[in-house]
C-alpha cells in the first residue's frame, strides 16, 4: 500500500527489505531512510548486507520483497535507469566507465549536450570539455588533464574522481557514494569529503559507504550500521559518539567482549 506523501516524509525509506540469493539471505528484514538534505554514513562489516541494500536502491538488483518509497509514493526500481529516473545516482567503488572514450564523454554518456538544427544536431564537445574541466577541479584533481584523455590512461583514483564528478553534475536528489575514497590521493580523498558536505547545502542527500570511518565521521549527519542483513542502529550521532563507539556496534562487541579478545 503507497504511504501518504506528507511533508513529514523521508526522501527514501525501504521497509522490511529483504533479498536472497538461493539460501543465502543477504538482507533480512532491513529497514532504512534518508531524509531531506541529509548525509547518512551506512556501515558494516563485510557481508554485513550494505553493498546490496545499496544495489538494491540503485535498482541493479530486484528485491525479494518489501517496499520502497520516494517522498512517501511507493516506486519499482527495476533498474539503474528506474532509480536514476527517481532521482537516485550511484558511484560504485568500481564505477563502470568506458575506457575507450575521453573523460569529457565519460561524464555525459548518455546525456551529451547537442548542439545545431533538427535532426543535423550533433555533440557539443566544446560545452562538455568546459564542463569536465571545472568538475575535475571541483573533485580535487590538481593536474591540467586535458578532458579529451582517454579513461584508459588515468590512475585508479583519476577514474574514481571522475565518477564523482559525473553525479556531481547531474542534480540528483539521492547521491549513493559506495567507498567513494578508496584508491585516491590525498588532495583527491579531501575534494571527494568537500564534495560531500556540500551536497546538503545544496539540496542534496547522499549515502556515503567507506571503511575509513574516520572520513564518515568527517562528513555525515547520522551513522546507520548493519550486521548480519539487518540495520542494528540507525540514529547514532557521530557528534555525540567516538570511532570506538560505533566500532563496538559494527562487531556487535560489547567492551567487555573487547577486552576478553585482546587480553
Not at 197 to 202: F, K
Request: charged share 25%.
Amino acid at each position: 500500500m503507497t504511504m501518504p506523501n506528507t511533508g513529514n516524509q523521508p526522501l527514501v525509506r525501504m521497509v522490511d527489505i529483504h533479498k536472497s540469493y538461493g539460501q543465502v539471505k543477504a538482507l533480512v528484514g532491513a529497514n532504512f531512510h534518508v531524509n531531506e538534505r541529509e548525509i547518512v554514513g551506512l556501515l558494516g562489516d563485510n557481508g554485513a548486507g550494505k553493498s546490496t541494500l545499496i544495489k538494491v536502491l540503485s535498482g541493479a538488483v530486484p528485491l525479494t520483497s518489501g517496499d520502497i518509497f520516494m517522498r512517501g509514493k511507493k516506486v519499482d526500481l527495476r533498474s539503474t535507469s528506474d532509480a536514476i529516473a527517481n532521482g537516485i545516482e550511484t558511484i560504485y567503488q568500481d564505477s563502470a566507465l568506458v575506457t575507450q572514450l575521453s573523460i569529457a564523454r565519460n561524464l555525459f554518456l548518455g546525456r551529451e549536450p547537442l548542439k545545431g538544427p533538427g535532426i543535423l544536431n550533433r555533440m557539443d564537445q566544446d560545452a562538455m570539455n568546459n564542463v569536465a574541466r571545472e568538475l575535475l577541479k571541483r573533485v580535487g584533481i590538481s593536474k591540467d588533464i586535458p578532458p579529451t584523455t582517454p579513461i584508459g590512461s588515468l590512475s585508479g583514483g583519476e577514474r574514481q574522481a571522475v565518477a564523482i564528478a559525473r553525479a556531481m553534475h547531474f542534480d540528483s536528489d539521492l547521491i549513493i557514494l559506495d567507498e567513494p575514497t578508496n584508491n585516491l590521493g590525498v588532495a583527491e580523498t579531501q575534494g571527494v569529503l568537500k564534495f560531500v558536505r556540500g551536497a546538503r547545502d545544496s539540496g542534496h542527500s547522499c549515502i556515503f559507504i567507506a571503511h575509513n570511518i574516520h572520513h564518515v565521521f568527517q562528513v555525515v549527519d547520522r551513522i546507520v550500521v548493519m550486521r548480519r542483513g539487518k540495520v542494528v542502529a540507525d540514529d547514532i550521532d557521530p557528534k555525540k559518539s567516538t570511532v570506538e563507539e560505533v566500532e563496538r556496534v559494527i562487531t556487535g562487541m560489547s567492551e567487555a567482549d573487547i577486552k576478553a579478545a585482546v587480553s
